[in-house]
């Protein structure tokens, strides 16, 4: 009877395994990603892979925002884009998502501040910071704390090289 059921038991198991083996991934690559920019013109700022989907930061002469790429089950790569009017008088543009994959995204409007500014810490509304250093005009700052849910963002802070806050915004401002 022990043979029998561990028979079974390994007979079961082989099949999960099988299973899970024709499953296709559904990852982005690189060239994927810098061939769906090129094909659309996008002026990307930066790029960030947040699990399976990537996340473009791009800033256009009017307007500001970010395409969401991931492939569907066909393993074609779909874009879910969010975009703003940019305007002078707005230094930072700060957007993002709060489901599913949370990230804060920031652009810089304002070339004094572009200078100056060295880094960007996220605070998010369970109380996590998350710091990056600014290496161009925006930068995309993912949750790392996954399964909770929603999250949003409390409060964005840019500061300089001497890490002095040159920005400073929020949901409490």
């Known amino acids: 009877m022990y043979k029998f059921l561990k028979s079974i038991f390994v007979a079961g198991l082989c099949i999960i395994l099988v299973g899970c083996s024709n499953s296709r991934s559904f990852s982005l690559t690189e060239e994927e990603i810098n061939g769906f920019i090129a094909d659309n013109n996008i002026n990307n700022i930066a790029v960030e892979m947040i699990d399976d ?8 002469k009017s307007a500001v925002g970010f395409h969401i790429l991931y492939k569907d ?23 993002g998502s709060s489901t599913m994959h949370p990230f804060v995204t ?31 005009k925006g930068i995309i700052i993912p949750y790392e704390n996954k399964g909770i849910g929603n999250m949003f963002y ?15 915004s929020g949901m409490a401002d």
């Open 106 to 136: 920031v652009i810089i409007n304002d070339d004094e501040m572009l200078k100056s500014a060295s880094s960007v810490e996220v605070t998010f509304s369970d109380g996590s910071k998350i710091s990056k250093k600014f290496s161009g």
């Open 154 to 168: 409390f409060y964005v802070v840019i500061y300089d090289k001497e890490d002095n806050v040159i920005y400073h």
């Open 73 to 95: 089950r066909n393993g074609s790569i779909q874009d879910q884009s969010v975009f703003g009017i940019t305007s002078n008088d707005v230094p930072v543009f700060i957007s």
């Open 53 to 60: 989907m990537a996340v473009v930061l791009f800033s256009e």
